[in-house]
């Protein structure tokens, strides 16, 4: 059945372009058709905002997740389709939770041919962080963990002056340390726009772990080379590791604290000054 209580924070796609473009994208595949992002938040800013559709599918054959991209009347419109079952695997896994939960407790459905989708977003809204945390702390240890090659490759692009490499393991680490902290501190992002600056919220935006993160990302005027951010990403390699060091297993620390030990090594010789 279609659902036509059109929210006032998605008036600004009128009816009858949403309209045409559920009886494209319906087949006997589809269960709910939803909308969500920037549109259902009010936020849009055309022509740069795209519309967020997400196709449900039935559970079965050809029920895999699968993404395809429209065009229709001067919008850039992004589909997604994929069964309800891998929403619920990804409510278990932490993630993926922050980065799917606010998508299904704020989403619009424009389509639905049975109550399966309602359900599942009051399963999210009525969802808590709390018997995941013990899963993140894991995670992020682990990420850390993983990073510790991308230090290594770091430190000798510094020492031998290689800006190329440089900058390749320096856009690996931001965004894996970016990632352990959101997943460490549960933080749900509302989007990709948003992502960074929830983080940084999260962590303080006075604190040393902010002030790092903006001068590896180049946005702070005094981090004006990319060997400047790199030495600067080591150091929020070091502070982030420092911060999630109570919540890090053995095992985990272990590694990474060799790691630190490589950095401090390296600074204090001035071997990438």
């Keep these: 059945m279609m659902n036509n209580n ?7 796609l009128p009816p009858e ?11 006997e595949k589809v269960r709910a058709i939803i909308l969500h992002g920037s549109y259902v938040r009010g936020e849009a800013i055309a022509p740069y905002s795209d519309v ?21 009347d001067g919008r850039f419109i992004s589909v997604s389709s994929r069964p309800l079952s891998l929403y619920r695997e990804r409510f278990s896994r932490p993630e993926k939770a922050i980065f799917i939960l606010p998508g299904i407790r ?10 399966a989708f309602r359900t599942l ?3 999210a809204l009525s969802w808590s962080w709390g018997p995941l945390q013990t899963a993140a702390n894991t995670y992020a240890g682990q990420r850390l963990v993983e990073q510790t090659e991308i230090v290594l490759k770091m430190l000798r692009a510094l ?46 935006s006075q604190s040393l772990w902010t002030h790092y993160h903006l001068h590896a990302a ?31 297993s053995t095992e985990h620390w272990a590694l990474v604290s060799q790691a630190l030990c490589l950095i401090e090594q390296a600074l ?5 000054r």
């Design 218 to 248: 180049g946005i702070d005027p005094l981090s004006t080379t990319i060997e400047e951010r790199g030495k600067t990403a080591l150091l929020l390699y070091e502070e982030t590791a420092r911060i999630l060091r109570p919540d890090m």
């Design 159 to 204: 020492m031998l002056h290689d800006s190329i490499a440089l900058s390749d393991m320096l856009h690996d680490l931001f965004s894996a340390i970016t990632e352990a902290v959101a997943v460490q501190r549960g933080v749900l992002i509302r989007s990709g726009n948003t992502y960074f600056h929830q983080v940084q919220e999260a962590m303080g």
């Design 52 to 72: 967020d559709i997400v196709r449900i599918l039935y559970e079965g054959p050809g029920s895999t997740e699968h993404k395809q991209f429209l065009y229709r």
């Design 17 to 27: 372009f949403l309209a045409r473009l559920i009886t494209e994208l319906d087949d």
């Design 6 to 12: 059109v929210s006032p924070s998605s008036a600004s």
């Design 121 to 123: 977003q009051q399963e």
């Design 268 to 272: 204090s010789q001035k071997e990438i």
């Design 106 to 115: 704020e989403a619009h459905i424009l389509l639905e041919k049975d109550d």
